[in-house]
């Protein structure tokens, strides 16, 4: 063992999370044994007045702090490194390039426990799997047990399940797995299959994939060891995910690991059930709705080999893997791949840099790609892979602009899509309605005196939810009780006006008062297991009419559904973001996909009375495609991402004068520090000028070589903390996906 000679101290620098752009010299204990005392270790460290857990990043012989007031390291808590050296150099990377503190972005790399100090600890969890009976057994035997009969199709979808797994479906899951192991229809499973025994690897036979989808198949998998980007540009319904079950078979007979991320939680659920109805390896999750426990089991069991798919949202990205093979992103166009709070990174951007360092390909799935991708492929950075047709016998749906204007509506139904409807029901097929506002109505105002019931804390309407009587702020949360008298007048009736999907919702009880509706919004799905049980009562045509905001754009496959109207196109047509466009395009098109996706044809209604504007025509007499060339041209003329490079410094305090006298003196420094050609575009407020009590102003640095800009901020970010700035919060945003 080798010790540290006597009298002699070495140096650990040590990242703690605190929002400070350096590290600390602490002393090494005496008398370490420096064998396992690696990089990437925690470590309980004395700062201020009390502890914190820091993480060890690199040990020195010497500080140019003067050694005799460096405190020494109280504890070493880990035997060995939690982080590779390649895990590291991504965290270091990332802190460099979104020029955020290094000690918070590798505290985000832990689960909560870890970042805690708590110890390592790798639960077994026990596993649940269909028996032969269970099989074999018609779900329909146990309508008198609704409980078992709904955790066995659970089973009968995926197969085998962990405590964790069912418990994020159901709280109470116990008592009925306990019952049907007594029918002998499930059964604890004892060994888990390997990823390194080929012949345990599939529970089901693989599907039979046309020309593109084997082309895409064989590029990905002839390139499996060394790095490349690929992008899997697939209309909606042509088969994506099959690609990636056959290419995450072939990582897996290498004894590989691959790492799946979806931007939403809502769309893990029926992967999840994909996953697991194909291989019989151990599959990980982590995303929000699990707990602190659930998430650190994956991450530890994917550091340590013991799982070889996790499939996780945005934050799942930072997993250390034992033996990495492959990263996945579903959906790359999403914003949700684009953490918005403390550390903003992009996860599509730093999977591309995680796949490079760990050598291994990185493959981007859309079938809406983002205009930055698209401009990667025109740059040969990345290698486009194209899925042109629907697989098996689905065909591309018909989409049609409905012009409303002068219209008689029904709370946002014109009568023709009524018409449209009861044409659809009466053929037994589903319809899918999206309106993308939730809650009643987005705006109570006096018929009387026009008095509008607005957040004092935001600047924005307070939105209507009926059914729960309350008044809501979509931005800060906010609530009040629903007022029935106007506060200004006293007489007026206070009328709501605009739709939500509550308010539509009720209309259609009214309209089709014997069909059945579903609502899926962020209010509806709040218990846990509501979605799932939602999505499986779609699936098994027990409900009619699906309503619904953004959570149903994208990545859900409902085979009956033939008709899908967007009630509202016309919100997103006028913006002052110029990401605006995209964004409508690529919500119309992923909406789109939801319709026709059996062998049954599909039509796409889009409500408007903008029936002439450029962009929905696009869309509908050529392609998405059509439509991102002429926007990427249109950004190249105005030197737009992705010709030119941004960064956003937003601010914000409590009172409305101080966030410009602050930003004023950040832009003298801006322009005494502005060596290259970096505009400096503001000071400006905010679109919402006002949020949660705060008043909010911004700076926009925008240059067309990204690395002259990371250049200047570098310079610029320790000057703008060294400004005396106690009632301001301040945050840079690298590459913002919207200016707001």
């Known amino acids: 063992m080798t010790k540290l000679p006597s009298g002699?101290?070495?140096?650990?620098?040590v990242a703690i999370p605190v929002p400070v752009y350096r590290l600390f010299d602490y002393l090494a204990q005496e008398n370490i044994e420096l064998d396992n005392v690696k990089p990437g270790v925690r470590l309980e460290v004395p700062f201020g007045l009390g502890k914190k857990i820091g993480f060890l990043l690199e040990i020195a012989e010497q500080s140019e702090l003067d050694t005799g007031k460096l405190k020494r390291v109280i504890r070493i808590l880990d035997h060995k490194p939690l982080l590779s050296a390649k895990d590291l150099r991504l965290l270091l990377w990332a802190s460099s390039y979104y020029h955020?503190?290094?000690?918070?972005?590798?505290?985000?790399?832990?689960?909560?426990?870890?970042?805690?100090?708590?110890?390592?600890?790798?639960?077994?969890?026990?596993?649940?799997?269909?028996t032969d009976l269970g099989k074999a057994t018609d779900s329909g035997q146990l309508k008198r047990a609704p409980k078992q009969k709904s955790v066995l199709e659970k089973f009968q979808c995926s197969s085998c399940l962990s405590e964790a797994e069912l418990s994020v479906w159901n709280d109470n899951w116990r008592p009925a797995v306990k019952q049907l192991i007594a029918r002998q229809l499930l059964q604890i499973e004892l060994n888990d299959a390997k990823a390194n025994n080929p012949e345990a690897l599939l529970r089901n036979n693989v599907l039979q994939c046309n020309l593109q989808q084997q082309s895409?198949?064989?590029?990905?998998?002839n390139s499996l060891g060394q790095f490349e980007v690929f992008l899997l540009e697939g209309v909606t319904g042509s088969g994506k995910t099959e690609v990636y079950l056959q290419i995450i078979r072939s990582v897996l007979e290498r004894g590989q690991q691959v790492l799946v991320l979806v931007p939403e939680i809502t769309l893990t659920p029926q992967l999840e059930d994909r996953f697991r109805q194909r291989f019989a390896v151990n599959i990980a999750l982590s995303h929000s709705k699990l707990t602190d426990t659930q998430r650190q089991i994956s991450w530890l069991r994917m550091q340590q080999g013991e799982c070889s798919i996790l499939l996780g949202t945005r934050s799942a990205l930072f997993t250390p893997l034992k033996n990495p093979g492959l990263i996945i992103l579903d959906e790359e166009h999403d914003a949700s791949f684009k953490q918005q709070e403390g550390f903003r990174f992009s996860a599509r951007d730093v999977a591309v840099v995680r796949g490079k360092l760990l050598h291994i390909p990185v493959l981007l799935g859309s079938a809406t790609p983002s205009l930055e991708s698209l401009h990667n492929v025109d740059k040969r950075r990345y290698r486009l892979l194209h899925l042109p047709e629907r697989a098996g016998n689905a065909i591309?749906?018909?989409?049609?602009?409905?012009?409303?204007?002068?219209?008689?509506?029904?709370?946002?139904?014109?009568e023709a899509l009524i018409e449209e409807m009861h044409g659809t029901l009466a053929r037994n097929e589903q319809v899918l309605l999206f309106l993308?506002?939730?809650?009643?109505?987005?705006?109570?105002?006096?018929?009387?005196?026009g008095w509008v019931a607005r957040c004092h804390r935001c600047d924005a309407n307070l939105v209507i939810h009926f059914d729960e009587e309350r008044l809501r702020c979509h931005h800060c949360g906010k609530e009040h009780q629903l007022i029935h008298q106007c506060p200004a007048c006293k007489a007026g009736q206070l009328t709501p006006l605009g739709l939500g999907t509550e308010r539509v919702e009720k209309v259609l009880a009214e309209l089709f008062e014997d069909r059945v509706t579903v609502r899926l919004d962020r209010d509806s799905t709040q218990r846990k297991g509501s979605l799932e049980n939602y999505l499986q009562q779609i699936n098994q045509g027990k409900v009619d009419i699906i309503l619904g905001t953004?959570?149903?754009?994208?990545?859900?496959?409902?085979?009956n559904v033939t008709l899908v109207a967007i009630l509202d196109v016309d919100s997103g047509l006028f913006s002052i973001d110029f990401h605006a466009a995209e964004k409508l395009?690529?919500?119309?098109?992923?909406?789109?996909g939801r319709a026709g996706r059996?062998?049954?044809p599909g039509k796409v209604i889009m409500q408007t009375r903008q029936p002439e504007h450029p962009l929905l025509l696009t869309l509908i007499n050529e392609s998405y495609r059509s439509f991102a060339k002429s926007a990427l041209a249109e950004r190249k003329e105005a030197l737009l991402p992705p010709f030119s490079h941004q960064a956003l410094l937003r601010v914000q305090a409590a009172d409305i004068n101080t966030p410009m006298l602050f930003l004023k003196s950040v832009t003298a420094l801006a322009q005494e520090l502005n060596r290259g050609h970096t505009q400096v575009l503001g000071p400006v407020s905010a679109p919402m000028a006002k949020r949660a009590g705060l008043y909010r102003y911004q700076l926009l640095f925008q240059n067309t070589r990204r690395q002259e800009l990371h250049v200047f901020l570098d310079a610029l970010m320790p000057a703008i903390v060294k400004l005396k700035h106690a009632k301001v919060r301040w945050s840079l945003d690298v590459d913002p996906v919207d200016l707001y």
Do not use: W
């Open 550 to 559: 953004q959570m149903l754009a994208k990545g859900h496959h409902f085979p």
């Open 216 to 221: 895409a198949i064989d590029a990905v998998c």
């Open 436 to 449: 993308n506002r939730r809650g009643f109505a987005p705006t109570l105002i006096c018929h009387g005196c």
């Open 100 to 130: 955020h503190p290094v000690g918070e972005v590798i505290s985000t790399a832990f689960p909560a426990a870890l970042r805690q100090g708590k110890s390592i600890v790798v639960q077994s969890e026990k596993r649940y799997a269909l």
């Open 598 to 600: 059996a062998d049954k």
């Open 8 to 13: 002699k101290s070495l140096i650990f620098k």
């Open 396 to 414: 591309e749906p018909v989409l049609q602009l409905m012009d409303i204007r002068n219209k008689r509506m029904q709370e946002g139904l014109s």
């Open 585 to 592: 395009a690529q919500m119309i098109m992923q909406v789109s």
